[in-house]
T-cell receptor, first 114, second 114 residues
Framework: EAQVTQNPRYLITVTGKKLTVTCSQNMNHEYMSWYRQDPGLGLRQIYYSMNVEVTDKGDVPEGYKVSRKEKRNFPLILESPSPNQTSLYFC?????????????FGSGTRLTVV | AQSVTQLGSHVSVSEGALVLLRCNYSSSVPPYLFWYVQYPNQGLQLLLKYTSAATLVKGINGFEAEFKKSETSFHLTKPSAHMSDAAEYFCAVTATGSARQLTFGSGTQLTVLP
């Protein structure tokens, strides 16, 4: 089954403790992206990647890091989480070519930073 | 730059009534437009997309949307609401050929009343 898999689904952590949220897709997609969803704000892009070793900042990159060492994986790293990073996070992937620019989304990771 | 405005953060309709969710976009280049649906505790699922072909786009679950360039609108409609349509709906825009820059609206929560 074609899918984007995120782990963990739920995470509670303390301020300053480094964490990684993993994302993997099995569709051989070039584009991958991380979004955070906050009430009343919709989804805001954190980082995106156009291919292996090619990443760029989205609209709200502060406090986050990403890497793209393999095509299928795109982990999101919070080096020193803070309470304002409490949010629902989504990973998504998309193929590059043709007219299909819809993203396939993972099921989300609900992060709470206390 | 591109942006999306969804009018009405909450919309309630009776079962069997017309569903109309409003979306206006701003884009300096011809846009690709999308509607996504999010059911509780799930990721986003693509409902339909406009990619410069037919201006009336049909999607899944009986939804459709019409691209109106003169009004910069892409409203989502369904002739007859069903209880299972209750969810949050997001309109999104990207510049032609740029899957990485997918910008979302703030979302509309649809409630279907029995």
């Amino acid at each position: 089954e074609a899918q984007v898999t995120q782990n963990p689904r739920y995470l509670i952590t303390v301020t300053g403790k480094k964490l990684t949220v993993t994302c993997s897709q099995n569709m051989n997609h070039e584009y991958m992206s991380w979004y955070r969803q906050d009430p009343g704000l919709g989804l805001r892009q954190i980082y995106y990647s156009m291919n292996v070793e090619v990443t760029d900042k989205g609209d709200v990159p502060e406090g986050y890091k990403v890497s793209r060492k393999e095509k299928r994986n795109f982990p999101l790293i919070l080096e020193s989480p803070s309470p304002n990073q409490t949010s629902l996070y989504f990973c998504a992937s998309s193929s590059q070519g043709g007219s299909n620019y819809g993203y396939t989304f993972g099921s989300g990771t609900r992060l709470t930073v206390v | 730059a591109q942006s999306v405005t969804q009018l009405g953060s909450h919309v309630s309709v009776s079962e069997g009534a017309l569903v109309l969710l409003r979306c206006n976009y701003s884009s300096s280049v011809p846009p690709y437009l999308f509607w996504y649906v999010q059911y509780p505790n799930q990721g986003l699922q693509l409902l339909l997309k406009y990619t410069s072909a037919a201006t009336l786009v049909k999607g899944i679950n009986g939804f459709e949307a019409e691209f109106k360039k003169s009004e910069t609108s892409f409203h989502l409609t369904k002739p007859s609401a069903h209880m299972s349509d209750a969810a949050e709906y997001f309109c999104a825009v990207t510049a032609t050929g740029s899957a990485r820059q997918l910008t979302f609206g703030s979302g509309t929560q649809l409630t279907v009343l029995p």
